[in-house]
């Protein structure tokens, strides 16, 4: 690596076409953990989580250098997105500062800037419905934990789980659910 190569400064990124987002990624993820005896989520090289976005279903790879892999699978119908996160008929200002949040931080990998969208309307919570303030939360909660952030993302982590959902809003939020639960774990062995 070049001496005055600075990762964090790096803006080349290529985004790649694949039919199996899911496998390669957990084909990375092995290879990861095989090379790093972790799965690198912060720092360089990392790796995201796969997220689904309204064009794709995708995960982030970051490579030494700060070089950006965005790889992603096209949705089978456009603009329709698998567990789809629309919680209301009529999208809120909480639920679009969550949508713009959720892209800053898994497709533009931005966490401060997903951070501070999610901040500026967390006084607004209570209005957004229960699945999509617990939503919401778990994504707090991730970016807080991809920065250091290990105080805020445990209070985010308290925040989801004291909210009461019911077994249908379970089963809306199970992908919310499944990263709270890695979150926790990850943060267990740090």
């Avoid at 329709?80 to 898994?106: G, H, M, V």
């Avoid at 419905?129 to 991809?146: E, G, N, W």
């Amino acid at each position: 690596m070049l001496k005055q190569l600075e990762p964090s400064n790096s803006y080349s990124m290529c985004y790649v076409s694949v039919t199996d987002v899911d496998a390669l990624y957990k084909e990375f993820c092995e290879n990861l953990k095989r090379a790093y005896q972790k799965v690198p989520s912060k720092g360089y090289p990392r790796i995201t989580k796969v997220n689904n976005l309204a064009e794709d279903r995708r995960f982030n790879l970051i490579d030494p250098a700060g070089n950006r892999l965005l790889i992603g699978q096209k949705h089978a119908s456009p603009g329709q997105i698998p567990n789809d996160r629309n919680d209301e008929a009529r999208p809120s200002k909480f639920s679009n500062a969550f949508e713009t949040a959720y892209k800053l931080a898994y497709a533009k990998d931005e966490p401060a800037d997903a951070a501070r969208v999610l901040d500026l309307v967390f006084s607004k919570a209570e209005e957004a419905p229960v699945t999509l303030r617990y939503k919401a939360y778990v994504l707090r909660a991730d970016v807080a934990a991809s920065v250091d952030e290990l105080h805020t993302a445990k209070a985010f982590i308290e925040k989801a789980e004291h909210l009461p959902l019911s077994d249908r809003e379970l089963e809306e939020v199970m992908e919310a659910a499944e990263r709270l639960n890695e979150l926790k774990s990850n943060m267990d062995r740090d």
